[in-house]
């Protein structure tokens, strides 16, 4: 009952409303095809928001994500037309995301950096190194079975991304409402000094989750590479606020010790089908930038609003 009447009540109310009317207005809206490709076309950017979750719970933010995704997606691409050979390519773009994640955390963790500072400049730096190494090239023609874990069914007609991202999202939910380190998490981004003077590692715990981050993003690089089958300098350009927005909308906390992973899948749903529905309705990307928007604002000012209490619940005093 409490979840009915609080935010995620509210994401999951918006979510039967949207749902209900995509499948009235637009016929094709339920078809199977189509509920595979809502995920398909944004799969990089939700797996993204699943560990940004964590992120901006532990009061850090992450804005190289679309940058290190870039990175992983244009190396694969360079490192491949050299001849190195694809499964090799693979593992080397993960160890560049470990790399990247690890630098990040470092520098926010025992430098006592501000993340937003230490993010923003890898952002530069990632998406620099992404085109110094294809400058305006693209880079297409990967194996077949690299392409079709992006392209085609892996199981039926759902593929290897979908799959991908509700095993991980099992795999955090458990992580963050059903283990120490989530619980570590929370406190971390509520209070450091508390957490500090319990003992908690908070050094270590950063360090950690920018790693996962930064992990995730090469995986959403590569996935991005088998799925469009070609790379270039500028891809996931901007992914990193969208990713943001996803997070935010979800009820977490922009300061930190605050939200869910099921507040942030109920936002994925919501924005996957109002765009998903939007397009199905030869509605512009212009406007469907617009509506979300809208919405992330309206996540910020509702909870905040105040509404009157009713004379007849108010405690009365005993005289």
């Not at 920018?210 to 901007?238: N, P």
């Not at 996957?272 to 030869?282: D, E, K, P, Q, V």
Request: hydrophobic fraction near 55%; aromatic fraction near 10%; proline fraction near 3%.
């Amino acid at each position: 009952m409490s979840r009915l009447f609080s935010w995620e009540g509210f994401l999951f109310a918006c979510l039967v409303a949207i749902f209900t009317f995509n499948a009235i207005a637009a016929p094709d809206f339920l078809g199977i095809s189509n509920q595979i490709n809502l995920f398909q076309l944004s799969i990089e950017k939700i797996i993204l928001a699943l560990v940004m979750t964590f992120v901006i719970i532990n009061a850090e933010i992450d804005l190289s994500v679309g940058s290190m995704m870039g990175l992983s997606a244009c190396t694969f691409g360079y490192l491949y037309q050299m001849g190195v050979p694809a499964p090799l390519v693979i593992l080397i773009c993960l160890c560049i995301g470990v790399a990247g994640g690890l630098f990040n955390g470092w520098f926010v963790a025992h430098l006592g950096l501000p993340s937003l500072v230490v993010t923003l400049a890898t952002l530069i730096g990632f998406r620099g190194l992404a085109r110094v190494m294809l400058e305006d090239r693209g880079i297409g023609s990967f194996p077949d079975w690299f392409a079709a874990l992006g392209q085609k069914g892996l199981i039926g007609p759902v593929p290897f991304a979908l799959i991908a991202f509700i095993v991980l999202f099992v795999l955090l939910y458990i992580l963050l409402e059903r283990s120490g380190f989530g619980r570590k998490t929370y406190v971390i981004g509520s209070n450091r000094d508390v957490a500090d003077f319990a003992g908690i590692d908070t050094a270590r715990h950063k360090i950690i989750i920018f790693t996962m981050s930064g992990t995730a993003a090469a995986f959403a690089g590569l996935l991005y590479a088998a799925r469009v089958g070609a790379v270039r300098g500028d891809v996931a350009s901007g992914f990193e606020l969208d990713v943001i927005t996803i997070v935010l909308l979800g009820g977490v906390s922009i300061f930190g010790g605050k939200g869910t992973l099921i507040g942030t899948l109920l936002s994925i749903l919501i924005v996957l089908n109002l765009r998903n529905g939007m397009a199905l309705l030869s509605i512009t990307g212009h406007i469907q930038t617009g509506v979300i928007g809208l919405l992330l604002i309206a996540s910020v000012v509702i909870p905040r609003i105040k509404l009157p209490t009713p004379r007849s619940l108010k405690p009365e005093v005993a005289t």
